[in-house]
């Protein structure tokens, strides 16, 4: 055990251990009335206000917002906690799409059969290039983020904490599919919600609003400069990544198919609402850090090593608890809507078409396996930091932003258009981010592909007929599970 670790490694694993056994038998036992495909992938489109806004919100509240938001805040102050919320707009603006995708889509599956009923199959490949490299980073900075803490917290090594919460993750998305998922994310919800409120508070009653402030005013100034640049670009660039980010992931479009009919804008509407201010509690840990003295070796462990050196063991157990839900809500989720993305849009739509009800139900669960084992090698080098690993992303989601938005509310607009505003976008926001900074790589993106997709769109004479979204007129996914 390390000298900083605050959490004995046995406490560690018999935490692991209860909450990964809890977990297990929870997606079993709620996965054990599926019947059908649509039941294991979409849960069975009958998904409750509650349970909605719950899977929503406890699946945008990651670990990276839990870990990733303190160190944002650590490096760029004010800015970089309160930019970081501004993740938040993206639910915002898809509630109204996921009630028009629901309409439009009543028998969809994935983003994917989005694309394709609306662009064709070129841009559809594109986009799915996208997303499926998108869905690996977000997962492998999911997978990562659970090592580091229990290695921050423990000494546990890295590697043992990663591959052990990947494998309880994996496991309780293959028993339970989509409704393990959403049954999971609930308590998971719950538990966020107290443990960072209680942290904050924890904080604010032991350090002070004072005491921090006069600590950064005298120690590091730049973080309460609400004109730093790079915080300021950050703010912008942010904001743009989080649209993009559930914009174009099936992790939120297999929820506006999974909820019931006219609750998928209410849901969002709420889950945006109320995440909102968690990142700007999470980074208030950070902002403690300097008045407390504590040497940060790297920044994506103050949120632990502040919460550790607070309140010693139980700071650390709440802590632990808050990110280890936060994790589960996030990984299960990606794992099984990144599932029925490879499922459904290059299984069955690439490889094999006229693949049986039998041979789709083995995939399902084969695919969620290899996610989970893929993911677990990606993880072991440990690339980067949480937040430069997943903003380079940014410049490869950002671009789907308006060929998203203008084939959901505009007849113009067409598969050349859509898939050059994705091609161009991806290429500028790349050149952004090896030139300038992580912070301008998704802004230079959105720009590069609304530009495009607007002046390719302007003249152009087609007009989407909306019914081709129908899916009564795709073949769709049904099999049984039993």
């Known amino acids: 055990m390390t000298e900083q670790a605050a959490l004995d490694p046995s406490l560690a694993w018999m935490i692991i251990l209860a909450f990964g056994v809890l977990w297990v038998v929870l997606g079993w036992w709620l996965g054990r009335n599926n019947k059908n495909l649509e039941d294991y992938m979409l849960a069975g489109r009958k998904v409750g206000l509650g349970l909605a806004v719950a899977t929503a919100m406890a699946t945008w509240v990651t670990s990276n917002t839990t870990m990733t938001a303190p160190q944002l805040a650590y490096q760029l102050g004010i800015w970089g906690m309160v930019g970081y919320s501004f993740g938040a707009v993206g639910l915002l603006l898809f509630a109204p799409l996921a009630r028009r995708i629901r309409t439009l889509m009543p028998h969809g599956y994935t983003s994917g059969d989005f694309i394709r009923l609306r662009y064709g199959s070129v841009t559809w490949r594109i986009f799915l290039l996208i997303s499926l490299f998108y869905s690996f980073g977000w997962l492998i900075s999911l997978g990562m983020a659970g090592g580091i803490l229990v290695q921050s917290l423990t000494g546990i090594p890295y590697a043992y904490g990663m591959s052990v919460m990947i494998a309880m993750c994996t496991a309780y998305t293959v028993f339970g599919g989509l409704r393990a998922v959403i049954g999971t994310d609930f308590i998971q919800t719950v538990l966020i919600v107290i443990g960072v409120s209680l942290l904050a508070a924890l904080v604010i009653d032991e350090v002070g609003f004072e005491a921090i402030h006069t600590t950064l005013r005298a120690e590091r100034p730049e973080l309460l400069n609400l004109l730093f640049p790079a915080a300021i670009m950050f703010l912008f660039n942010n904001l743009f990544f989080g649209v993009g980010e559930i914009f174009h992931s099936n992790v939120w479009w297999s929820r506006a198919f999974a ?84 499922l459904k849009d290059i299984y069955k739509g690439h490889l094999r078409p006229s693949a049986t009800d039998e041979q789709l139900k083995t995939a399902a669960r084969l695919v969620i396996v290899g996610l989970g084992v893929m993911t677990w090698m990606l993880c072991l080098p440990r690339l980067g930091t949480l937040a430069s690993l997943l903003h380079f992303t940014g410049a490869f989601v950002a671009s789907t932003i308006w060929p998203i938005a203008f084939g959901l509310l505009y007849r113009r607009g067409n598969g050349h258009a859509a898939g050059w505003a994705m091609v161009l976008g991806t290429g500028s926001g790349l050149i952004g981010y090896y030139t300038i900074g992580f912070y301008v790589a998704a802004l230079i993106s959105a720009a590069t592909s609304l530009l495009v997709m607007a002046v390719l769109s302007w003249g152009s004479a087609t007009r989407f007929n909306w019914n081709h979204l129908n899916e009564e007129n795709v073949e769709t996914l049904k099999g049984s599970l039993s």
Do not use: C, H
């Not at 945006?272 to 462990?301: E, K, R, S, T, Y």
């Not at 608890?321 to 936060?326: L, R, Y």
């Open 259 to 342: 909820f019931e009919r006219r609750i998928g804008f209410r849901a969002y509407l709420l889950a945006g609402i109320f995440w909102l201010p968690i990142p700007v509690v999470a980074g208030l840990l950070a902002l403690a850090a300097p008045a407390l003295q504590i040497n940060v070796p790297m920044a994506d462990m103050v949120a632990p090593l502040v919460a550790s050196k607070l309140f010693g063991i139980w700071g650390a157990i709440l802590v632990f608890v808050v990110v280890f839900a936060a994790l589960a809500s996030s990984l299960d989720s990606l794992l099984a809507a990144t599932s029925d993305l490879i």
